[in-house]
């Protein structure tokens, strides 16, 4: 009987979001593909060091650990590498303890075709053009910067296995709908908006599903043991806070913490709860968030760069 992915959360993550390859990169742009892979059969047995993505997968994959009689999360590796440049990959998951066993290595094509059809609810990248390619495809991606992980940090994380995943609300969560009215007709009208359709739900955006499937796992602990802790961290302030309490209530998700900030930086919030990872749709926050935890810009669907309301209220 084939093994199927349909009950779990399926991640997607790349070599390069799950382990830190920024000095073989700098190999792969200057001086060609094959002394990239020379470089890496060369070095198969050296490990490599843990990538920005790193921290929230080895936690996710302790959820398999808490129910001998079931598995909550499957982890791939989806990467343009060609298996003769992979086996440093396994080499460092197994030295790690990483329970990932499946790999798609496509020698530099297109990994999204091979992400929807294992059913895969998140992707990691540090490749602009996949995870662009992945939210055209419907799928909750979000291009991961490099984090450097302060001393001691992986040690400080060893033994906390609460997993905390913070989002930005607009282009996240929900829809861009907002912001549009946001940009065109500026705060006043949008707030004038969200007071009016206080009790329509707001449209889902590209992180709807992750999210669904990350409460359905919590409801299956109870709130003493629970495993996972999530935030909203919008711009968002009364009076359009109420739409987004409603609209979590109409979609029957659950966010554990929920900050409206109304302009106050994010950055510090973002430290104070130390996320494992914060999906934000706008660099110009992502830049302040990444100096403190591990952060993914989530971008628009089919459109090109657009302004939020998070930039245009000043929010870091």
């Known amino acids: 009987m084939a093994y199927e992915l349909t009950n779990y959360l399926v991640v997607g993550i790349s070599s390069t979001a799950l382990f830190d390859l920024s000095y073989e990169q700098k190999i792969f742009e ?74 798609v290595l496509t020698s530099g094509n297109s990994i999204i075709p091979y992400a929807k059809a294992l059913n895969v609810g998140l992707f990691l990248s540090t490749n602009g053009k996949d995870v662009q390619d992945a939210i055209n495809g419907n799928i909750a ?14 040690k400080l994380h060893e033994n906390d296995k609460e997993i905390r995943i913070a989002f930005d609300g607009d282009a996240v969560i929900f829809s861009d709908e907002s912001e549009r009215i946001f940009q065109k007709e500026g705060l006043q009208a ?14 889902e955006g590209p992180f709807i599903n992750f999210l669904k499937t990350i409460s359905k796992i919590q409801r299956e602990f109870p709130d003493n043991a629970m495993p996972i802790r999530t935030a909203l961290v919008t711009a968002r302030s009364s009076p359009a806070h109420e739409r ?14 929920v900050f409206f900030l109304g302009g106050i930086r994010k950055m510090d ?23 403190v935890v591990p952060s993914a810009k989530v971008p628009y669907k089919n459109l090109s760069e657009q302004i939020s309301i998070d930039d245009l209220l000043g929010n870091e």
């Open 30 to 103: 200057t001086k060609g593909l094959d002394e990239y892979i020379k470089y890496q059969i060369e070095h198969e047995k050296d490990i490599l060091k843990p990538g920005p993505g790193f921290r929230l997968v080895k936690k996710l994959l302790r959820l398999n650990e808490l129910n001998p009689d079931k598995r909550y999360v499957e982890v791939i590796i989806l990467s343009r590498n060609s298996a003769n440049s992979s086996l440093r990959f396994f080499n460092s998951i197994e030295h790690y303890g990483l329970d990932i066993t499946r790999a």
């Open 141 to 154: 991606a979000g291009l991961i910067y490099n984090y450097e992980y302060k001393p001691n940090e992986e």
């Open 190 to 203: 949008f707030a004038q908006h969200e007071k009016e359709n206080a009790l329509k739900p707001l449209p």
């Open 244 to 257: 987004v309490i409603r609209t979590l209530r109409h979609w029957d998700v659950r966010i554990d913490e």
């Open 269 to 291: 919030i973002l430290k104070a709860f130390n996320a494992d990872i914060y999906f934000d749709d706008q660099d110009s926050h992502l830049k302040y968030s990444r100096q």
